[in-house]
Each structure stands twice: as C-alpha cells, then as structure tokens.
C-alpha cells in the first residue's frame, strides 16, 4: 500500500499507572491513551484521569476513549485530554461539537465499506481501524485481515487490533499506516504494561519504518 509516512506514529492505550505513562514517555511515543469506558478491566474514573494526565508533557497526546457515554462525562475530561476516541457506534453528529479533534474507531465486520465510513465520518481526524468480535468493542487481542483497507481511503489510518511486538514490523510493511495503537501487547495484565514488551513494540516500529535501501 502506497504511503507518503516515513514515521509511523505510536499510541500506546489503556493506561493506569504513572510508572507506565513515564515509561511510554521515555520510549518516544506519541500519544497515551485513556480508557473512560466502565466496563473495560483498564478503565480509569474522572479523577484518576486528571492525575494521571497532568503527568504527561507537551508534544505527546492525550486521548480519552468513550463508548457510546453520555456528553456531560466527556465534557468532564475534555480539558484532561487533547484528542477524543470514539470507540462505540456513535453517529457522525455524536461526536462533533466538544471543540477538539476527534477520531472514530471502526470494529471491521464483515460487509464494511472505508471508503463510506470515511465519507460519513469526514470530520474526524483518523479512522481507527480494529477487530470486530460481536457485543466488544474493543481489546479484543485479535488482527483482522488488512487486506481489506484500502489504499486510497481518503482518512488517515490507525491500525490496531492484536497488535504486538512480534507482528507489528509485518503490519506497517503490509499496511504503512499512519499510525498503530497497541493496548494488551504490551501488557503484564490489563492496565499494567510491561516495560520489556513496550520497549520491544517501539524498537519493532522503528525497524519496520527504515528503508530497505538504508540497511
């Protein structure tokens, strides 16, 4: 798939604790990802969120992860975050007027059609592409086929779903996304990371973004 990116961007989501925001930090990441959902084993309360984001510096994005929650919440964490994620089946209209970029995150069943979903969507800054597992909407370590994105969406593209160290180098070389997000790859347990597999995704991106002209 053709692509102008020489950097895959990284977002490392679900985080709990401030020993492993500063290590995603230190590591180069790009953005850090909060989940705001209840139900989720790493979701973090309102007030867990304002500690834990008032930690992470200028230059590297916060982004809060909602599932079909109601406005009055988001508005409470918005001026904790710096970029909303929409991971539930939010209409194009649920997601705009909070005054921050959004993205919208797409669960790939079958049928879906990108280039539609990026056209109903076209004010989100992103598609964020994962596996779909029915009644889940997210986490669920499971790939999907990324055949099935297609070159020319008109939106950037995160990848995520099932993403590790191990297959992170085979997923940028066959989809050269934007950017990749990666939740239990890298994890010890849900919402505690594991620096070794942290380090390990970050040095895997790194290897995948080199040409193969340079090595």
């Known amino acids: 798939m053709p692509n102008a990116i020489t950097r895959t961007?990284?977002?490392f989501c679900g985080l709990t604790r401030t020993d492993d925001i500063a290590s995603a930090i230190s590591l180069g990441v790009d953005a850090i990802g909060f989940v705001m959902w209840p139900q989720s084993k790493r979701s973090i309360s309102v007030e867990q969120l304002a500690e834990l984001a008032a930690g992470v510096p200028a230059f590297v994005t916060r982004v809060g992860l909602?599932?079909?929650q109601p406005a009055s919440l988001i508005e409470r964490c918005a001026?904790?975050?710096?970029?909303?994620?929409?991971?539930?089946?939010?209409?194009?209209?649920?997601?705009?007027?909070y005054d921050m970029?959004?993205?919208?995150?797409?669960?790939m069943?079958?049928?879906?059609?990108?280039?539609?979903?990026?056209?109903?969507?076209?004010?989100?800054?992103?598609?964020?592409?994962?596996?779909y597992r029915p009644g889940v909407?997210?986490?669920?370590?499971?790939?999907?086929?990324?055949?099935r994105i297609p070159a020319n969406l008109?939106?950037?593209?995160?990848?995520?779903?099932?993403?590790?160290?191990g297959n992170i180098g085979a997923a940028i070389k066959h989809v050269a996304p934007y950017a990749v997000d990666v939740s239990g790859g890298i994890e010890a347990s849900p919402g505690e990371k594991n620096a070794a597999k942290m380090q390990a995704f970050v040095q895997a991106v790194s290897a995948a973004n080199v040409p193969p002209s340079s090595l």
């Not at 909407?137 to 055949?147: C, Q, R």
């Open 66 to 68: 909602f599932v079909d």
């Open 79 to 97: 001026p904790h975050l710096d970029l909303l994620q929409f991971h539930g089946d939010e209409p194009p209209e649920a997601c705009q007027g």
């Open 9 to 11: 961007r990284i977002k």
């Open 109 to 131: 069943r079958d049928g879906m059609d990108l280039h539609r979903e990026a056209d109903r969507y076209h004010e989100a800054s992103a598609l964020l592409l994962d596996a």
């Open 154 to 165: 008109a939106k950037p593209v995160i990848l995520a779903g099932g993403l590790t160290p």
């Open 137 to 147: 909407p997210g986490g669920t370590g499971e790939t999907f086929d990324w055949s």
């Open 101 to 107: 970029a959004w993205i919208k995150a797409l669960r």
